[in-house]
């Protein structure tokens, strides 16, 4: 993957954009800080509420759904699960797990070293 233009898409507690932090859940979580990486430098910041984050089941197909159609090309979760990890990958979309708790600026900063590598 390149460094020209990134959309990330992080699994986030609440709204609190680039200094909100990494949710212990993928499919349930809060909400979705979504991050325009282009050359390098953050361009645009967006949190996207989760339609799934009440569901017993079937959340994750759904925000694969929503990830998709915003046109995300890599996730950053705590983790994912098989189901989650098989829709990803069959939509080319790049997973990089890190700690629940990590602020989204250290996250997007861990995959873009990860992206350079």
Not at 37 to 59: F, R
Not at 61 to 79: C, R, W, Y
Not at 91 to 117: C, M, P, W, Y
């Amino acid at each position: 993957m390149s460094l020209g233009k990134l959309r990330i898409a992080i699994s986030t507690r609440g709204k609190g954009g680039l200094e909100d932090v990494v949710s212990d859940v993928f499919g349930r979580a809060n909400t979705f800080t979504v991050v325009d990486i282009e050359k390098g430098a953050i361009k645009n910041v967006k949190v996207l509420d989760n339609p799934a984050v009440s569901y017993q089941h079937g959340a994750g197909p759904i925000v694969v759904k929503m990830l998709i159609d915003s046109e995300v090309n890599t996730v950053i979760a705590a983790e994912f699960g098989p189901g989650v990890s098989t829709l990803l990958d069959q939509h080319n979309i790049t997973k990089i797990t890190v700690d629940a708790g990590t602020t989204v600026t250290e996250s997007v900063k861990s995959a873009l070293f990860r992206v350079q590598k």
